[in-house]
């Protein structure tokens, strides 16, 4: 039915390209690897988009997993929902259009304090090696688009609830209040470990989360 998964995370603009071992040592990146991008990566995006071929893609963490699976179930459209934070810019619009394009049911919470969020995806044979910037993924407010009615509605309508770890940097709160209505309606609730960095510096909300989760994702790694 519409609107029975339900995904909440960081939405960013996915920067693909295949580069050289050259660009990942400038920027000291792993040829595998998720990180945040530091003051030392301003100029990566710029560089990656001038020196390489690089193709745009809806990304994020948790917004690629729902619209996988949305081309999964295929019909009907809008199976799944998904709700995160952008800025009201050109990839803003570029975002809108491809979660439209991939029939997933987004309901983005717009602010212009910050630009739309970029993901570099830096391409050595088979590894990637990722720089988010999150800018308005950053800038998700709880009280001011989850707690909305016609919002929590949506909450309430899903049957499986999906959240990447890396919404634990962002709103830990709402991911704690997605967590208790699925707990308490006897609802799927699946979490995803993310990157090493989320089980290290954000233990606390992670571990506060953990009661909740029915199916916890993790990699080797």
């Not at 994020?60 to 699976?69: D, E, F, L, W």
């Not at 290290?200 to 080797?220: A, C, W």
Request: with cysteine.
């Amino acid at each position: 039915s519409e609107n029975v998964l339900f995904g909440m995370g960081n939405p960013l603009l996915d920067i693909c390209a295949v580069v050289d071992k050259d660009f990942l040592d400038k920027y000291g990146l792993k040829p595998n690897d998720q990180i945040l991008a530091e003051e030392k990566h301003k100029e990566l995006f710029e560089e990656l988009v001038k020196k390489f071929k690089v193709e745009y893609h809806a990304g994020g963490s948790t917004q690629n997993s729902v619209k996988v699976a949305q081309w999964m179930i295929q019909s009907p459209y809008k199976a799944a929902t998904f709700f995160g934070c952008i800025g009201k810019d050109k990839f803003g619009e570029i975002l809108k259009k491809k979660a439209e394009e991939a029939h997933v049911d987004a309901h983005y919470y717009e602010q212009s304090e910050q630009p739309t969020g970029t993901c570099a995806a830096c391409i050595t044979s088979d590894n990637r090696s990722l720089v988010a910037n999150l800018a308005a993924a950053n800038c998700y407010k709880k009280e001011k688009h989850l707690d909305l009615e016609k919002n929590w509605k949506l909450v309430e309508k899903a049957k499986v609830y999906y959240i990447a770890g890396f919404f634990l940097t962002v709103s830990p709160e709402a991911v704690l209040k997605v967590a208790a209505q699925a707990s308490a309606n006897n609802k799927i609730f699946s979490l995803n470990l993310s990157a090493p960095f989320i089980s290290q510096f954000y233990k606390e909300p992670m571990m506060k989360v953990m009661p909740y989760v029915d199916i916890l994702f993790g990699n080797e790694t």
